[in-house]
């Protein structure tokens, strides 16, 4: 590209002067190409420059005295629109990524943008100074613009619309060209004969070479690392090799004015402007190869590599000239071999084969082809008739080759098979079951049934086979003859495959709750059948079709042990059911603290804890307060001094069933201790009717006369005490009963305490004791020590696991002789049997102990 900067008038005085000294210098060679094939677009007004994006394969040409740029479409060769922009526009270039162009105005000091997008002018950016030549790297989106009156050139980032950097360069800049592959700016300098490099990544000059001509215009291939340079006056352009700087004089026609490459093939076209020609140089030969006669005054040219065609403006027209290039030789060339054009196949499937050069990529008729060398290949399916055969070669700039053959498909009679597909159990007929059919020919073909299980296969006459095969039934197979315009109906019955139920489990199990779930080798709807005997009852469903399967069975009871079993139902209509499995819901326990209340405040070093349980399942509780065993009477608790210190105190009760169920309740109090206080302690606090209870007062004084008094489920009974620090009572009713001591201390205050004695509702107790050593006993009997051991205190399970094995063979003889079991006495937390058992005719009597464990539970304790 270049800029011309004498008058249009003065110009053609001075090229009429050239011709009229300088004819007859220069011999052209190659061929002379008549303007007889080339487009015109008149635009009106006198052209300055031009630039295209070959992508769109669009021009922008400035207009220096309408103050106008015009955006030409080169495909319809027609003026799209013609726009405004400011003074004297000179230059311009093309982002072809961002579809942008920039122009520079001679009379203004800024340049405007052009969105190609919509036409319209995007923005006026102020540079400081007349712009005059421009280049774009369409990579970076930075354009180089140069000035005829500053020692700069600017640097303008498009995206930001804003110049970010200034290289100083000297006076004198000429036209400016950029490698994108190198990320430089070439800059020519006319009066000083120089070639300047500027690296865009610093903003820099990084480079720069003596010229032997006074240069015009300057164009870059960036695949070669070349650079073009016209030598107006000297009738040459010059070729410089950018990585060994070796310079290389060609000698063309008259007053070459500007210069652009063919990129892709490493050609470059330079206009002439006195001998009004277009020289298409070879840069592999540095020879010229064809020559093209041009309209009087050419300006500029513009070339696009993807189309091979030149833009010459001239305002002589006051238009444009689109020149066709001659053809590279490196054009992808692509040619049909087989089959012939015209000839005629009795197939229905034909292989298609040819040769192919400068391409890799080849289609037939849309279909990708196999390439391997310069041969390629590809096989299509044709209708009965007159189908053509095109095969189009594409190279990586885009550019093709297309060979078109018309075959004839010439199909034999044939005949039909068609049957219907059905479940071979139920009878229902199978849409999608897949049906493989292969002729007599040995042409195979598969096929879907459709929605009513039916299908149709044209075969060649003669025998056929073929299978039918469905997702989750067994494959079957049909066989037989047709002979041409018959019809052979196969109708074929599918078995269905049972599903197979695997990875059953049981999660997320709460006191009311249980999941399932469960897996299948095929999609199936899934229930789970659950009741708590193997007869179940109950069930839940999914009608959703999976493999992965989950259902939450709710509204069960606590506590309870639930038997279950999987259905798994198939769409092919088999049902299949797993065997029985088991879980048992956890139970609930509630638990509440009713004496003290959270947040009190409680003065002494220790107090009575009262509070109530349920248990869902009624299952034997026990009820520990900070770890330590509470009596339990009707699902009340109390547990007397329960130890405080000073300050802030958690008070946690728990409650533990034989199932392991717990609960827990905590609360928080304040504990102030006075210096004199009086502390109350029972024994027993707990027993069963009737039951002697001593009460013993303990202060931080001595205490004489107290005043006890008590509430409870009956009135007590004073006994007389020896000792006068003792007080005895007698409780003949179960239930709670409180007994609360108040005492006036040496400084005349009054101070008390409360204490909680619990007597055992003796049938309840009785009961529950007698069942679990009736269970032991059981266990033992049925040869089960690992149950029996079930029912001993922890502590001591591991001394009569080895009795219970040692007598394994002999508990059934042993459990024999037992007459009776009788309840001797209940004390605290210890109650005291006699068992009778005959043996040898005589009547022997042992002690059986039962003890309440850490958590308040009874177990047997020795025996």
């Not at 006198?46 to 994006?53: E, V």
């Not at 079951?433 to 003669?462: C, L």
Request: glycine share 6%; with cysteine; charged share 15%.
């Amino acid at each position: 590209m270049f800029l011309w900067f004498t008058a249009p008038g003065k110009r053609r005085s001075i090229i009429l002067l050239i011709a009229l000294v300088l004819p007859g210098i220069f011999f052209f060679q190659g061929s002379v190409s008549s303007n007889d094939d080339h487009a015109s677009i008149a635009i009106d007004d006198d052209p300055r420059m031009l630039a295209l994006n070959p992508a769109t394969n669009r021009a922008v040409v400035t207009h220096r005295h309408s103050n106008t740029v015009s955006i030409v479409d080169l495909n319809t060769e027609k003026i799209i629109t013609k726009l405004h922009v400011g003074r004297m526009p000179k230059g311009v270039a093309i982002d072809a990524e961002l579809n942008i162009a920039v122009v520079t105005h001679q009379g203004e000091r800024s340049v405007t943008l052009i969105d190609l997008n919509n036409n319209r002018v995007a923005a006026d950016i102020h540079v400081g100074n007349v712009t005059g030549g421009i280049a774009i790297n369409s990579r970076t989106h930075i354009a180089a613009i140069t000035s005829a009156t500053d020692f700069h050139i600017c640097f303008l980032d498009i995206l930001q619309k804003k110049i970010i950097a200034k290289t100083p360069v000297g006076l004198h800049a000429g036209d400016i060209a950029v490698d994108p592959e190198r990320n430089a700016a070439l800059l020519l300098n006319p009066v000083r004969t120089k070639l300047i490099m500027i690296d865009m990544n610093t903003y820099r000059i990084c480079d720069s070479i003596d010229l032997e001509r006074r240069p015009q215009a300057i164009d870059v291939n960036p695949k070669t690392n070349t650079a073009l340079i016209t030598n107006y006056h000297d009738h040459s352009i010059t070729e410089i090799d950018l990585l060994s700087r070796r310079h290389t004089l060609i000698h063309v026609a008259k007053f070459p004015l500007d210069v652009a490459f063919n990129s892709i093939d490493n050609r470059a076209v330079i206009l002439c402007d006195r001998d009004r020609k277009l020289l298409l140089l070879n840069l592999d030969t540095s020879k010229i190869i064809k020559t093209y006669s041009l309209p009087r005054h050419p300006q500029c040219i513009a070339v696009n590599s993807l189309k091979n065609i030149a833009i010459v403006a001239d305002d002589e027209k006051d238009g444009l000239t689109i020149i066709p290039l001659l053809l590279s030789p490196t054009l992808p060339k692509i040619k049909i071999t087989s089959p012939l054009d015209n000839a005629q196949i009795l197939s229905d499937t034909v292989t298609v084969s040819g040769i192919v050069k400068n391409s890799s990529n080849v289609t037939v008729n849309g279909v990708a082809a196999t390439v391997s060398a310069h041969t390629f290949t590809a096989t299509l399916t044709f209708k009965a008739g007159k189908n053509t055969i095109s095969a189009i070669a594409t190279d990586q700039y885009g550019r093709t080759d297309c060979y078109n053959i018309t075959v004839d498909i010439a199909l034999p009679a044939a005949g039909k098979v068609t049957g219907v597909v059905s479940n071979a159990v139920t009878g229902g007929l199978l849409p999608l079951a897949i049906v493989t059919i292969t002729d007599a020919e040995g042409n195979t073909q598969t096929i879907a049934t459709g929605i009513s299980g039916t299908f149709t296969a044209e075969v060649a006459p003669g025998a056929f086979a073929g299978t039918v095969i469905k997702p989750w039934y067994l494959p079957n197979s049909f066989a037989g003859s047709v002979t041409a315009g018959e019809t052979a109906i196969t109708n074929t019955a599918l078995t269905p495959v049972d599903p197979e139920i695997s990875n059953i489990s049981v999660s997320d199990v709460t006191s009311t709750s249980a999941k399932i779930s469960w897996a299948t080798d095929q999609p199936t709807q899934g229930a789970v059948q659950y009741g708590t005997t193997t007869s179940y009852g109950s069930a839940a469903s999914d009608a959703v079709e999976n493999t992965a399967h989950s259902l939450t069975l709710a509204g069960l009871s606590p506590a309870t042990t639930y038997h279950f079993r999987i259905a798994a139902a198939s769409s092919n209509g088999t049902t299949i059911y797993s065997g029985d499995s088991a879980f048992k819901t956890s139970g609930k326990i509630d638990i509440t603290i009713t004496s003290p209340t959270a947040g009190t405040t409680i003065s002494g070093s220790s107090v009575m804890v009262n509070g109530s349980i349920a248990n869902a399942v009624n299952a034997e509780t026990g009820v520990t307060i900070n770890g330590i065993a509470a009596s339990l009477n009707n699902n009340q608790f109390a547990l007397n001094d329960v130890p405080l210190t000073e300050g802030q105190n958690t008070i946690t009760a728990t409650a533990k069933d034989i199932n392991g169920t717990t609960a827990t309740k905590s609360i928080t109090v304040n504990a102030a201790i006075p210096q004199n206080f009086i502390e109350m302690s029972a024994y027993p606090d707990s027993g069963i009717a009737p039951m002697e209870v001593t009460l013993r007062i303990n202060g931080t004084f001595s205490i004489g006369n107290p005043t006890i008094t008590f509430t409870g489920a009956s009135t007590v009974e004073q006994l007389v005490s020896d000792n006068p620090e003792e007080y005895k009572y007698k409780l003949t009713t179960e239930g709670v009963y409180y007994f609360t001591a108040q005492v006036t201390g040496p400084d005349g205050n009054n101070y008390a305490d409360k204490i909680a004695v619990t007597v055992l509702p003796l049938n309840i107790v009785d009961t529950l004791l007698k069942s679990k050593w009736t269970g032991m006993t059981e266990a033992l009997q049925r040869g089960d020590p690992s149950s029996a051991l079930n029912y001993i205190l922890p502590s001591r399970r591991e001394n009569y696991e080895v009795v219970f094995t040692v007598l394994k063979d002999h508990w059934t003889s042993i459990t024999a002789s037992y007459r009776s079991f009788t309840l001797i006495s209940m004390e605290a937390s210890v109650a005291r049997y006699e068992l009778a058992a005959v043996k040898n005719g005589r009547t022997y009597v042992y002690q059986i102990d039962f003890r309440q464990d850490a958590s308040g539970l009874w177990f047997v304790d020795e025996f």
